[in-house]
């Protein structure tokens, strides 16, 4: 066993609005060390930190959109969603609930607060990712899962220093309710203060840790703020984290899919070929039709 | 600050060495520009014709009642300008706005001007995209007297293949003469046909 290190804490960076619904802070891609293949298959982080939307009678969001060649992971902490894509699919998740969309071979789907939680407002919290999927899945079906919260399995820890929440992956024998195209591990640190976990993920897996709440330190030596974002060296398999306060730590550990990206808005595949395909499909309107 | 393209675009169409004509491009002036902000506003004069390194332009009119009507939109590599207020020293018409943050090229008189006395088939090259200019024109008056709304979307596709993903629908819409829902209708029209489950 030898240690993870820290390679870099990132600060949020300015916050910029998706659609009307969503003030994000991009991690991924971009910034410092931290484009898609550095991260692969994390291919995009964007992060909705706390943040209070007033009642509004017509609800925010993001309006009808296209994507192929990922699955677009939202976890929601704070506020409730509603989605709905052209296979038909769709839901609302809620405080605790992850919604795991496999976009693959195509849909257009969009994205609004819940009209109930819309009306009253309130705090907003949430994270979206996409998770990049190897070449023989970009055209697979598209499918959608819909986790509850109360559906997550979980770890209680030692020294009843908090909870560990399985979404996908594993986690000390304990498996994620997620299915994954690739080995990939989601989970949710809950910590209490001055309680440790610790991780085991193979070297070469790209691994973050996201500051949902609070702040913790990592190997002892690197504090991580709230908002903040720690991506962890491909140098050993293992770290431990201590909460300096109760905290809410986002943990995504994946294998690197070392497959070619090319990338352009919402589709990301292997080729160019393969993106303007995927242009000419949406003009032409092989994604579906879903109304605005 | 330029990030190169102009040059290597101006370079291989005229089949130059780069080296021969960077002193002449970089007497253009290059500007950063910020979503939403103008290049031209209407009741200007225009005295630039603008290249796309980065980024996107559109070009549109407002009519009396307040409605927006797209001339059109300039990805990378376009040009763009309003040839009436340029060559004829009129106040504009249009608007040229950044639809995303965009790296543009400001060519002026004086580029023409070297290049034409340097570079002995830059005239060519200039009448080229005059009439490529005069061409599009012509097919676009065509298809906005003639063709169904189908037809325009599929020439539309053709020729600005990304836009759909860049730009609100309205936009779309108003540079195909139709209403939004009309052009819902149409990609509606063409889902049906075309979705595969």
Redesign the interface.
């Given at each position: 066993m030898k240690t993870k290190t820290v390679e870099l804490v990132a600060a949020p960076p300015s916050p910029h609005f998706v659609g009307d619904g969503f003030r994000v802070h991009n991690f991924i891609p971009g910034g410092f060390r931290m484009d898609m293949k550095r991260m692969d298959p994390f291919i995009m982080m964007d992060y909705n930190s706390k943040y209070v939307f007033p009642p509004a009678t017509k609800p925010k969001g993001v309006g009808v959109h296209p994507h192929r060649g990922f699955e677009t992971v939202t976890i929601a902490y704070k506020g409730r969603v509603a989605h709905h894509d052209s296979g038909g699919g769709g839901g609302v998740i809620g405080e605790g609930d992850i919604q795991w969309m496999t976009a693959a071979s195509g849909v257009l789907h969009k994205e609004y607060h819940e009209e109930a939680w819309s009306k009253k407002g309130g705090e907003f919290q949430m994270v979206q990712l996409w998770v990049n999927l190897p070449k023989k899945d970009k055209m697979s079906p598209p499918k959608y899962q819909a986790i509850k919260y109360d559906t997550i399995n979980r770890v209680a820890l030692e020294n009843n220093a908090g909870t560990i929440e399985v979404i996908a992956g594993e986690y000390q024998g304990t498996l994620g309710v997620a299915s994954t195209f690739s080995p990939v591990n989601m989970m949710n640190a809950k910590l209490k203060k001055g309680g440790k976990a610790s991780f085991q993920f193979p070297a070469n897996f790209n691994t973050v840790l996201l500051a949902i709440e609070g702040s913790f330190i990592i190997n002892g030596t690197e504090q991580v703020p709230t908002d903040h974002l720690a991506l962890m060296a491909n140098d050993g398999d293992q770290f431990e984290v201590e909460a300096s306060e109760d905290s809410v730590i986002l943990v995504l550990s994946g294998e690197p899919l070392n497959e070619p990206i090319a990338a352009q808005g919402p589709f990301v595949m292997n080729t160019r070929e393969e993106i303007a395909e995927a242009i000419d499909d949406y003009n032409l309107g092989k994604f579906g039709h879903l109304e605005d | 600050m330029s990030s190169g393209k102009f040059l290597t675009y101006i370079a291989s169409h005229l089949n130059r060495d780069e080296a021969e004509i960077s002193s002449i491009v970089a007497s253009c002036s290059f500007k950063n520009v910020k979503k939403g902000s103008y290049l031209l506003q209407a009741n200007e004069h225009c005295n630039h014709g603008f290249f796309v390194e980065t980024g996107l332009l559109r070009q549109y009119s407002i009519d009396k009642k307040g409605k927006e009507h797209t001339i059109s939109f300039v990805p990378e590599d376009w040009f763009v300008t309003d040839r009436d207020s340029v060559f004829f020293n009129r106040p504009s018409k249009y608007f040229i706005q950044a639809q995303e943050d965009s790296q543009v090229v400001l060519i002026d008189q004086n580029y023409e001007k070297l290049m034409s006395e340097k570079i002995p088939n830059f005239a060519e090259f200039n009448n080229r995209l005059l009439h490529n200019h005069i061409s599009q024109l012509q097919e676009r008056i065509d298809l906005l007297l003639g063709a169904t709304a189908k037809e325009r979307y599929l020439h539309f596709?053709k020729m600005y293949?990304?836009i759909?993903?860049?730009v609100p629908q309205t936009m779309v819409a108003s540079y195909l003469g139709i209403t939004p829902e009309g052009l819902?209708r149409v990609?509606?029209?063409?889902?049906?046909?075309?979705?595969?489950?």
């Open positions: - | 596709i293949p990304d759909l993903l860049r819902s990609r509606k029209d063409l889902a049906l046909k075309n979705f595969k489950k």
